[in-house]
């Protein structure tokens, strides 16, 4: 069973640019200050997270205003002008408060000096990118510039929009913004605004709510709950868990593909059986992707090995978040293990530590976050040993409409930094069903496909627990050996 398929290395093509330039509200906007929250206020949100969406020519001849000549990179351009009008937020500049208590507090002044954009042409059609409209994408520095001086300092723009015309009619709509600024929620609500004003809205359906205070450390800060995912944990050497960020080089990317049928066997694995129904396809396809990374990369067993969840805390509060929230209400809950307790016990044990994480995260919870980023100086959450996923199956990416229907392919252009995301998808064959982008190094691949297609293809003995240790007597000298591995 094909549940992967590799990247189409061999797909070249020119992208010729205009010069960047910077867009701003389309109306005068207030010249005022806004701090964000002691969530979004943390060291792992201080990047730039990218996404990318393809669209195809609109061939419906009923849609008056996308008839024929439209022109996406004018339409989007105004549409991102007006809609800048209530996001005036966006086309501000991040500053950095050192004094106080809460020292290093970001606030966006919002200056209205705009988001930078980009027009492109390249000569390719939607087309010859055949499988490859999933990560890793071909060119993707072609499709997404990184404007130099763009990325990195705090003067910068907090957003950045390539939009590329494809030799189809079809097209290309690239983006990259600061993380501290908003989550994936958040960056969908305006990109859907965007879609509104494009399709000729005079408004936009959900306003923006700022209320970072909302968000904001207790006085006095008070940790209450337990945050292993700040935990200041050595970077493991080996970098085995969460290969290191930096270097592709060495690394294998691929994406493999979870439909029903995939997600049925893979349950089928889940024991005690009872466990079968109770877990949502996120538990299983997570505890089995952990398990069988875990595997391929070869810890020695009593290493400890972590899952950690993103969770979006909007719906724990209460009352909820207001609608229209568009800060960083996300957390990082985790829960911890050894690679040989994970590899041999049955997948219910890994279910079941996966629905624990998750479990945790509550309103007090988020409260206790950000008063620990006060106290601890905004740490970043810990990436050591970690499997950390990220669940975009619910975030209406695709359906981000310019006036050219869905998005054929929405989402991250690749794993960020070090998370892996699930990505909603419809194959060639028209069967819907999720994405996984995963980078391991290249024989650890081999070793983790082999691990999953057994899974996928076999049927499950219920004698799980064979999963044997070979040599680990010099620790970390000697590779342990993970014989008769029937997972
Ligand atoms: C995002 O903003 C933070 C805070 O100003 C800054 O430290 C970081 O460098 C920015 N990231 C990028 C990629 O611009
Ligand atoms: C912190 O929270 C705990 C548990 O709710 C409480 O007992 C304690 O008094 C609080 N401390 C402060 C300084 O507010």
Redo the contacts with the bound molecule.
Sequence with gaps: MAASSSSVAGLVFTVRRKTPELVTPAKPTPREYKLLSDIDDQEGL???IPGIYFYRKDESTSMEAAGGDRDPVKVIREAIAKTLVWYYPFAGR?R?LESGAAGRK?MVDCTGEGVLFVEADADVTLDQFGDALQPPFPCLDKLLYDVPG?????D?PLLLIQVTRLRCGGFIVALRN???VCDVAGIVQFMKAVGEIARGADSISVQPVWQRELLSARDPPNVTCTHHEYDDLVLDTKGTIIPPLQDDHDMAHRSFFFGHKQVSALRKFVNPPHLQHKCSTFDVLTACLWRCRTIALQPNPEDEVRIMCIVNARGKFNPPLPVGYYGNAIAYPVAITTAGELCRNPLGYAVELVRKAKSDVTEEYMRSVADLMVIKGRPHFTVARTFLVSDLTRAGLRDVDFGWGKAVYAGPTHRGVGSTFYIPFTNKEGESGIVVPLKLPGPAMDRFMIQLETMLDSQPTYNIAKTSFGSTVSQGLSEPVYAHLNC
């Design positions: 201080r990047f730039h991040l950095e970001l763009s990325n990195g300092l705090l910068c600061n993380h501290t």
